[in-house]
Nanobody
């Protein structure tokens, strides 16, 4: 199985980006998904989580009200919509999936997000 992120880039403060995550080799409805980020010199931190069915999702306090995690069952993708971006959101963003029955954890290689004027 492989996890691939896309959608990163450079954006000005106050701007928006949408990150996408796709996983191959595993059924879409058999894993929970999370977005993490790691800024230079800092530890990797959880940003958002969504269950396999999409019926439950949450974001951490630092991005609450600005970031939204969602799943698209037609496209088999997990997205992170990021609005009102701040310079402190600059980081490499990683998608992680967790198998429900098999218990696997798979990480993507990450996508860089830079928020700067």
């Amino acid at each position: 199985a492989q996890v691939v992120e896309s959608g990163g880039g450079l954006v000005q403060p106050g701007g928006s980006l949408t990150l996408s995550c796709g996983a191959s080799g595993v059924p879409f409805d058999e894993y929970h998904a999370s977005w993490y980020r790691q800024a230079p010199g800092k530890e990797r931190e959880l940003v958002a989580f969504i269950t396999n069915t999409g019926d439950s999702a949450r974001t951490v306090d630092s991005v609450k009200g600005r970031f939204t995690i969602s799943r698209d069952n037609d496209k088999d993708t997990v997205s992170l919509q990021m609005n009102s971006l701040k310079p402190e959101d600059t980081a490499v963003y990683y998608c992680q999936i967790q198998g429900i029955t098999s218990g696997y954890t798979i990480w993507g290689r990450g996508t860089q997000v830079n928020v700067s004027s």
